[in-house]
């Protein structure tokens, strides 16, 4: 039986042991691994731009939230009932309780919020993909942010697995979250992706 090197330092990825290799992945190579729909999904440090939107949407949620919820990032969810099926969005707002949380999976339903910001490598595919598992997991409010062409997405109303609102709209346009949100997040000066 031949070896490959280094072949020995992961385990193999099958149902039951996803959540162990992801975490070992992680830890060595430096990507974010979230496991959407069974499947293991890699992503890249972001780059600067990625980040820029991410930080202009947290100062405007920051200053608008209502009493109660905050907006973290590095903060994972699971599907519920599945707590191997999970992503790590850019942003999420959650109660302020999830400070004094020991755990590191985010229970879905306290979600009131949920930012992707599209990477520049990302396909269409995977972007559905992503989206429908929010609306599985019943995120309520999910903004998918595109820096490639400029435009944004905001999905409402989750049901049977699907995002039953999607409103489309580019950079420019105000984002109208719906209640008990109840406020714009402007889109002015958010960065785009150069060639």
Not at 110 to 133: G, T, Y
């Amino acid at each position: 039986m031949s070896v490959s090197p280094g072949s020995w330092m992961y385990p193999r990825p099958r149902p039951g042991n996803l959540r162990e290799v992801a975490e070992k992945i992680e830890k060595a190579t430096g990507l974010r691994v979230q496991i959407v729909g069974g499947k293991l999904v890699m992503s890249p440090t972001p780059r600067g731009k990625h980040a820029g939107v991410v930080v202009r949407v947290r100062q405007q949620l920051c200053e608008a939230l209502p009493e109660g919820l905050r907006a973290y990032e590095v903060s994972s969810i699971a599907l519920p009932e599945d707590p191997d099926d999970y992503v790590t969005p850019d942003l999420i707002v959650l109660p302020m309780q999830w400070e004094e949380d020991d755990g590191w999976l985010a229970d879905p339903e306290d979600a009131a919020f949920a930012l992707e910001v599209i990477s520049s490598s990302e396909k269409s595919r995977e972007i559905r993909d992503k989206a429908d598992w929010y609306a599985v997991a019943g995120v309520p409010v999910l903004l998918v942010v595109d820096p490639r062409k400029g435009t944004w997405a905001l999905h409402t109303r989750p049901d049977n697995g699907a995002y039953q609102d999607v409103l489309p709209g580019k950079y420019g346009e105000p984002v109208p979250l719906p209640e008990p949100l109840g406020f714009e997040v402007a889109t002015d000066g958010f960065p785009v992706y150069g060639g």
